[in-house]
């Protein structure tokens, strides 16, 4: 089999076409329906979703709340670092993202606020409280690198799906940001189930992949939970329909063949399934997303359920019609 080079899945993009605030109301985004099997393309409104989905299916959401794992930090020398708190390694000790690295070597000494922190190694800080009251005392939202603003108010609201329950995501699954208590209240009235799972955004989503050979690069565990209810009813209903890569990648890693049959087993756990073109879906039907960067895993995955081309002739038909991308930008069902 040919290897899948990642530069097939590249595109350029206009700066201006990355969306900096979210949508004035959350339904007001502009939706894409992309069907696999006519090729066709529809633009509609995010609110127009109601009747767009079967009333038969059930629909899938990741109820991961995000938490404020960006800090702030001061170096001993006076120089300014950043910190993205990935995992907890234990109390007070945690996994993290430095910006910059430069310098941030072995026993190197931080502050933020009236806390200190060592530097353990390049990716391992310890502080001199627990990494939990660090975060809720001098934590920011951690918007995304391309949002290029310091988070505001309104952000702690909006970067954060209304039905986010759990904390633990460093992410939003964003293609849940545009739903709204209401519009669920519709999709249920209609007849549509709804089940919770949860998956928390770790750096697994968004590492970039270095190699040339899609194939050759690894996916960071994270943590996933599918409850027996929850399974009843992605089993019990069709078609599933997921909202977000990550509602994807929980329901496919639970996937297994039972009496000749595909159904979702309940499980607590990690993953590192990486879904790209070839992959064959065993549970997803229908997919709710966003706009993905380019030579990323979310953009592979998409790939994958809708195939290569016409993802792209979708992606060149959103530039052309000015559609907003990445994180607060529009959304897009595959059908």
């Known amino acids: 089999m040919t290897s899948i080079n990642i530069e097939d899945y590249d595109y350029e993009l206009p700066r201006e076409l990355i969306a900096q605030y979210p949508a004035t109301k959350r339904t007001e985004s502009r939706l894409m329906v992309v069907n696999r099997q006519t090729g066709t393309i529809l633009h509609k409104k995010f609110a127009d979703i109601v009747e767009l989905l079967p009333s038969h299916g059930v629909l899938v959401l990741n109820e991961t709340k995000v938490i404020p794992a960006r800090l702030l930090c001061r170096k001993d020398t006076g120089g300014k670092v950043e ?6 390694v234990d109390t007070h000790t945690a996994d993290v993202l430095m ?25 391992t800080v310890r502080f001199s409280v627990p990494v939990d009251d660090v975060i809720q005392s001098y934590g920011q939202i951690p918007l995304p690198p391309y949002i290029k603003r310091a988070p505001n108010e309104h952000d702690y609201e909006r970067y954060q799906t209304v039905y986010a329950r759990v904390p633990g995501s460093i992410a939003a699954p964003t293609a ?19 089940a919770k799972i949860l998956l928390h955004v770790g750096i697994g989503t968004f590492t970039p992949i270095r190699t040339r050979e899609v194939e050759k690069h690894r996916m960071h565990e994270e943590y996933f939970e599918i409850s027996p209810s929850a399974a009843n009813l992605i089993n019990t209903y069709k078609p599933v329909i997921a909202v977000g890569t990550t509602t994807v990648r929980a329901l496919e890693s639970a996937a297994k063949k039972v009496a000749n049959k595909w159904i979702v087993i309940p499980q607590k756990g990690y993953t590192d399934l990486f879904i790209y073109p070839g992959y064959n879906f065993k549970i997803v039907d229908m997919l709710v997303t966003n706009f993905h960067l380019p030579r990323t895993t979310l953009l592979l995955l998409v790939s994958a359920f809708a195939g290569r081309d016409l993802i792209m002739k979708a992606y060149n038909e959103a530039i052309k019609t000015r559609y907003r991308f990445y994180s607060y930008g529009d959304a897009m069902l595959i059908v």
């Open 176 to 194: 849940g940001l545009h739903f709204t208590k209401e519009l669920l209240q519709k999709i249920e009235q209609k007849g549509i189930k709804i």
């Open 83 to 88: 910190l993205l708190v990935v995992r907890k």
């Open 99 to 123: 910006k910059p690295k430069r310098g941030m070597n072995k026993g190197r000494k931080l502050t933020i606020g009236d806390i200190t922190a060592e530097v353990i190694d390049r990716q």
